[in-house]
């Protein structure tokens, strides 16, 4: 057995189903390798795509998602994508197949430290040698996947890869539990809510790797309090329960913040400050922090509890704690999120996103994954789109990277073949990442893309224009019909809610991918994104 053969092997026992990258010839050995067997290799365009679909199956799955790319510009493009896994907690495995071991210390074509590029991006970065490479690669997986999860970096000479194996697979590392919170926590959380006139919960991102998030609803039931949400928690508490009161940080910031600043005591659940600063929302309320990783203090902030431990064991605490009166009002939270609904739609003549949106959610059933990229419709997704289904949307926030939307909706029709899977872009974002249509034709991948042209980097164009900026360097000049084809793929074109109806009825009927290019106005946005 080739040390690449011990590294698949390794790949497939953890239940890995594809890798994704770039070929070069220090790829090849691992290629050859993944060829005769179970796991999938995918050509991407771009070593960055591949990072960005590896890390949407580690979220989506919670087993490690795999890129690979050739050392040098394959590597610093991949650093991109990896970066998306690091700050949105997935894990991946993340391989540079490098130049043969005699020349990793000389400085020669392509070469760079790869272990220094990938250091501050990962939890690991770990060079595989010939007398290391069953046990590295074990605890590479075991790491990838212990709370927080996230990337580990491989490292994989030539020479290594193609020799003959000499070690031998680990037995693959249980995941250390987190321990219980202490007594003193939920004494300190008991008392706080006693005391409370308005407690508010607040759920995070970590909530999607709990067992059971949805047991969080007994306990806003049981003490009369509303729930919000961050973009990464969305569909793991329903948000069409009359509790429900919006997402944080996002689109009508300023109408969900009206609501938060009521709350005399902020209940936080699984919240990952990555996703947004307790700072820019919280202000002086008293918080309970609960997480599985404590949260930094600052200096304005005013911690009832900060604990970290076991999610699964806190939210059944809260479950079964007894109701205690409070003073939100139904009337209050109905008008609430009327008022938050009306604000999300502003009226005009032109066709606007809202529309889009509206449009394609009545379209979507309650399963459906709507995986959406980076820019003002980032905003307007998170606070207008409604789920009740966890794991249904597909999004980067902690990284944050334009052209995230195409490679993930992809990744998610891998993953969930048989459930309805739509990706959103932005017109910036798809002249980033236009070229991974050629994996959904090469796939067969039945995963329409939407792209909302504006003509405009609409999130640059509304904060130049609260900073009184002239505009320059946000206009794409996009907005020319599309030609009937991208890479192989049909595209149509929707100017208004007939011609966009039309076409998401075409593009879901297709059984392969589709491109619909909808012609909308930006200038809605100027209403909803920063108010």
Request: glycine letters at 10%; a negative charge; hydrophobic letters at 45%.
């Amino acid at each position: 057995m080739k040390n690449a053969e011990l590294i698949v092997q390794g790949l497939e026992r953890a239940g890995v189903r594809w890798a994704f990258g770039v070929p070069s010839g220090p790829v090849l050995p691992l290629i050859e390798a993944l060829r005769t067997s179970s796991i999938r290799y995918v050509l991407t365009a771009s070593e960055t795509s591949a990072g960005f679909m590896a890390s949407a199956v580690g979220a989506l799955t919670g087993t490690p998602g795999v890129c690979v790319s050739t050392l040098g510009p394959g590597a610093t493009n991949l650093a991109t994508g990896v970066g998306a896994a690091w700050l949105d907690r997935a894990p991946v495995i993340s391989i540079t197949c490098n130049v043969e071991t005699p020349w990793l210390e000389r400085r020669i074509q392509m070469r760079i430290d790869h272990h220094q590029l990938f250091a501050p991006l990962t939890k690991a970065s770990l060079p595989l040698r010939h007398e290391n490479v069953g046990p590295i690669l074990t605890q590479a997986l075991g790491l990838a996947c212990a709370e927080p999860p996230g990337p580990v970096h491989l490292d994989l000479p030539e020479d290594v890869a193609s020799a003959t194996a000499t070690t031998s697979l680990g037995e693959p590392e249980g995941y250390r539990p987190l321990p219980r919170l202490g007594d003193d926590t939920y004494a300190h959380l008991a008392t706080a809510l006693q005391a409370a006139k308005r407690p508010l919960l607040v759920g995070g991102l970590e909530l999607g790797r709990t067992r059971h998030p949805e047991r969080l609803v007994r306990f806003a039931e049981a003490q009369g309090m509303p729930f919000a949400l961050t973009l990464h928690a969305k569909g793991f508490l329903p948000e069409s329960h009359p509790n429900y009161a919006g997402v944080i940080g996002r689109a009508r910031r300023t109408d969900v913040q009206a609501l938060v600043s009521q709350a005399d005591l902020i209940v936080a659940v699984g919240f990952d400050p990555i996703e947004i600063n307790y700072e820019e929302w919280a202000g002086q309320t008293p918080i309970v922090h609960l997480g599985t990783e404590m949260a930094e203090a600052g200096n304005r902030l005013r911690f009832v509890a900060n604990a970290a431990g076991d999610l699964d064991a806190a939210i059944d605490w809260l479950a079964a704690l007894p109701g205690t009166p409070h003073q939100w009002h139904t009337a209050d939270l109905a008008a609430h999120r009327a008022r938050l609904e009306a604000n999300l739609r502003p009226t005009g003549a032109g066709f606007a996103p809202h529309q889009v949106l509206d449009l394609l959610r009545a379209r979507l059933p309650a399963e459906g994954i709507l995986a959406y990229d980076v820019g003002a419709h980032t905003h307007q997704i998170a606070t207008q789109w409604r789920t009740d289904v966890p794991g249904t949307l597909v999004a980067t926030n902690g990284w944050s990277s334009m052209g995230f939307g195409i490679p993930a909706a992809y990744a998610a029709k891998l993953v969930h073949p048989d459930r309805t899977v739509v990706g959103v872009v932005g017109d910036g974002c798809f002249q980033m990442t236009a070229g991974e249509l050629a994996v959904g034709r090469r796939l067969n991948l039945a995963a329409p893309i939407v792209v909302l042209n504006d003509g405009w980097l609409s999130l640059l164009r509304i904060k130049q224009d609260r900073k009184h900026y002239g505009l320059s360097g946000v206009d794409l000049e996009t907005r020319v019909e599309p030609p009937p084809h991208y890479f192989g793929v049909p595209c149509r074109a929707a100017h208004g809610p007939a011609e966009f109806t039309a076409a998401l009825e075409w593009a879901l009927a297709l059984d392969g991918p589709s491109v619909i290019e909808a012609f909308v106005d930006g200038d809605s946005y100027l209403q909803t994104v920063y108010d």
